[in-house]
T-cell receptor, first 113, second 114 residues
Framework: QKEVEQNSGPLSVPEGAIASLNCTYS??????FFWYRQYSGKSPELIMF????GDKEDGRFTAQLNKASQYVSLLIRDSQPSDSATYLC?????????????FGTGTKLQVIP | NAGVMQNPRHLVRRRGQEARLRCSPM?????VYWYRQLPEEGLKFMVY????????ESGMPKERFSAEFPKEGPSILRIQQVVRGDSAAYFC????????????FGSGTRLTVV
């Protein structure tokens, strides 16, 4: 069973702080990784993807990948109340001859004003 | 350029009725994926389809659920004889052939079984 694990939270951070969201995956063959943001009652929205070891930055968001440790993280700098949402980590791997994306259960982030 | 279109947004069915959920992928996308999300839970893969082909249905319950993606028209997720446990949000996502990026999700259909 190929799994993506996340702490369900909630993770509470004060406004302006750095929020750190973590994710581990079990399939060493996973090739690329995604972070989706999902507001309550809404659909998931892709905010970052990464496929090389190291860091990838986009505005206030930084995705980090460590394939040796099978670990993915998302850092949100200068957290805002509007960042309060559930963040889903996902991994893409080859399964049955095609690419398949497996999602974690999500971490709920609360940014306190 | 419209995104992934799902309808209806909300669907209420009585126990034993049929539910039909529709998904039109983004223009140029040939792959469709259906996911189910129970309240306060994560996204669970159900089925992956290409035009006229079911590629992977390993996440579909063995009974009452079926999916299709015909040559013309939207993809359809069909649930027969619905039960209360089918109440959930059903999301459709699409991607183009060979894409390494993530999926684009539709706005979902919230199914409530009363």
């Amino acid at each position: 069973q190929k799994e993506v694990e996340q702490n369900s939270g909630p993770l509470s951070v004060p406004e302006g702080a750095i929020a750190s969201l973590n994710c581990t995956y079990s399939d060493r063959g996973s090739q690329s990784f995604f972070w989706y943001r999902q507001y309550s009652g809404k659909s998931p929205e892709l905010i970052m993807f990464i496929y090389s070891n190291g860091d990838k930055e986009d505005g206030r968001f930084t995705a980090q990948l460590n394939k040796a440790s099978q670990y993915v993280s998302l850092l949100i700098r200068d957290s805002q109340p509007s960042d309060s949402a559930t963040y889903l980590c996902a991994a893409r791997s080859l399964s049955g001859g095609y690419q398949k994306v497996t999602f974690g259960t999500g971490t709920k982030l609360q940014v306190i004003p | 350029n419209a995104g992934v279109m799902q309808n209806p947004r909300h669907l209420v069915r009585r126990r034993g009725q049929e539910a039909r959920l529709r998904c039109s992928p983004m223009k140029g996308h040939s792959h469709v994926y259906w996911y189910r999300q129970l309240p306060e839970e994560g996204l669970k893969f159900m089925v992956y389809l290409q035009k006229e082909n079911i590629i992977d249905e390993s996440g579909m319950p063995k009974e009452r659920f079926s999916a299709e993606f015909p040559k013309e028209g939207p993809s359809i997720l069909r649930i027969q004889q619905v039960v209360r446990g089918d109440s959930a949000a059903y999301f459709c996502a699409s991607s183009p052939l060979g894409s390494v990026r993530g999926y684009t999700f539709g706005s979902g259909t919230r199914l409530t079984v009363v």
